[in-house]
């Protein structure tokens, strides 16, 4: 079992930042696969970034490459998302998500993904 709890989000103007985190535990951080996902209301969940174990693969979605970052520490059990020129169309629900599998290739795909954090909202006012 793998627990995953986001922290960061919030209300924010556009062209503003926002950086979220996501601990996770009970199991070895480097082994897991780590992605973001979003969900804005009325639409369905789509990804954002993913990174492989050691962190020196980032994947992005078009839509955000470019303004917005991954990345993970490893010895604190934590993935983040630097979120910088924020547009109003990327107020969601954020979500993280662990991939636990043996595989290592970075993937956008939620169908890779075994654990899912409660989500934290973010708000980009116009």
């Known amino acids: 079992q793998v627990q995953l709890i986001e922290s960061g989000g919030g209300l924010v103007t556009a062209g503003g930042s926002l950086r979220l985190s996501c601990a996770a535990s009970?199991?070895?951080?480097?082994?897991?696969?780590m992605g973001w996902f979003r969900q804005a209301p009325g639409k369905g969940r789509e990804p954002v970034a993913a990174?492989?174990?050691?962190?020196?693969?980032?994947y992005y979605t078009v839509s955000v490459k470019g303004r917005f970052t991954i990345s993970r520490d490893n010895a604190k059990n934590t993935v983040y998302l630097q979120m910088n020129s924020l547009k109003p169309e990327d107020t969601a629900v954020y979500y993280c998500?662990?991939?636990?599998?043996?595989?290592?290739?970075?993937?956008?795909?939620?169908?890779?993904?075994?654990?899912w954090g409660q989500g934290t909202q973010v708000t980009v006012s116009s």
């Open positions: 998500a662990a991939a636990t599998t043996w595989s290592d290739a970075v993937t956008l795909s939620s169908n890779a993904y075994d654990y």
């Open positions: 990174i492989n174990r050691s962190g020196d693969s980032p």
């Open positions: 009970g199991r070895t951080f480097s082994t897991i696969r």
